[in-house]
């Protein structure tokens, strides 16, 4: 599925362009979703988790001047945040080489699932048809991604006494297991859980139809997380099909 005018890519790859030249573009701020879950302080709300990381950082920092690696992640968090926003989403957290969103499901969970997998997909054409073509000119090294995503009820607790300034934070399965769940992403993979799976299996529209999966064999002795459907069996994990 295309996401990308041609003259939206080109605006892209300027943007990516000139930060590499002069430096990031955007204030990038979470001060967005600790709103939204400063609303929600001490109770539960549901959210979609989305985890995305860069695959092989790791390498790329002991091999990179570190000018250059840091240019990629804030290029690469820059570009994840302006599309997030565009599907409805919050970054919660800028995390090393990984961006945390959340994407609040509160009033409608389809929707949200929705919102999260259309913008896992535009992730990945922007990085293939936008930033890494831009990387290449730049002599730095294209990159790939793994994602991976969690539905669930997520607590939000406040540290402190003011709702204002202290520090909000969530905690629960769904943002475990959506980084669980990343981790065993291969390169530019899109991961989901088991219930983003079957928000999106029962619901009965025609654009959910349309929406595939394939289920994704894990190995029993390292994944040992349990359905949370069915604890005599283990939490499944698809893999989203993107067209």
């Known amino acids: 599925m295309d996401f990308l005018?041609?003259?939206?890519?080109?605006?892209?790859?300027?943007?990516?362009?000139?930060?590499?030249?002069?430096?990031?573009?955007?204030?990038m701020s979470t001060e967005e979703s600790k709103k939204f879950l400063r609303r929600h302080v001490n109770i539960r709300t549901n959210l979609v988790i989305m985890i995305i990381d860069i695959n092989n950082s790791t390498q790329m920092s002991l091999t990179l001047p570190?000018?250059?690696?840091?240019?990629?992640?804030?290029?690469?968090?820059?570009?994840?945040?302006?599309?997030?926003?565009?599907?409805?989403?919050?970054?919660?957290?800028?995390?090393?080489?990984?961006?945390?969103?959340?994407?609040?499901?509160?009033?409608?969970?389809?929707?949200?699932?929705?919102?999260a997998l259309n913008c896992s997909t535009a992730i990945l054409e922007i990085l293939k048809k936008a930033i890494n073509p831009v990387f290449k000119e730049n002599e730095l090294p294209e990159i790939t991604v793994r994602t991976g995503l969690?539905?669930?009820?997520?607590?939000?607790?406040?540290?402190?006494?003011?709702?204002?300034?202290?520090?909000v934070d969530i905690t629960g399965?769904?943002?475990?297991?959506?980084?669980?769940?990343?981790?065993?992403?291969?390169?530019?993979?899109?991961?989901v859980g088991e219930l983003i799976y079957n928000i999106i299996a029962d619901s009965k529209d025609k654009?959910?139809?349309?929406?595939?999966?394939?289920?994704?064999?894990?190995?029993?002795?390292k994944w040992k997380y349990l359905s949370q459907s069915d604890p005599q069996s283990f939490y499944h994990v698809y893999q989203y099909l993107v067209n």
Do not use: M
Not at 150 to 167: F, I, M, N, Q, R
């Open 5 to 27: 005018t041609f003259a939206l890519q080109e605006q892209i790859r300027a943007r990516v362009t000139k930060t590499l030249k002069d430096g990031i573009q955007l204030n």
């Open 207 to 221: 654009e959910s139809d349309k929406i595939k999966f394939e289920e994704v064999r894990l190995d029993p002795i």
């Open 66 to 115: 570190d000018f250059k690696f840091a240019l990629i992640l804030q290029t690469f968090a820059q570009e994840v945040s302006i599309v997030v926003s565009g599907y409805g989403g919050f970054v919660f957290k800028y995390e090393g080489d990984a961006v945390i969103v959340i994407f609040p499901a509160e009033y409608d969970e389809i929707k949200a699932c929705k919102n």
């Open 173 to 191: 399965s769904s943002i475990s297991l959506a980084a669980k769940i990343a981790s065993i992403a291969k390169p530019n993979q899109v991961l």
């Open 150 to 167: 969690a539905y669930g009820s997520t607590l939000v607790v406040l540290y402190g006494k003011s709702l204002e300034k202290a520090h």
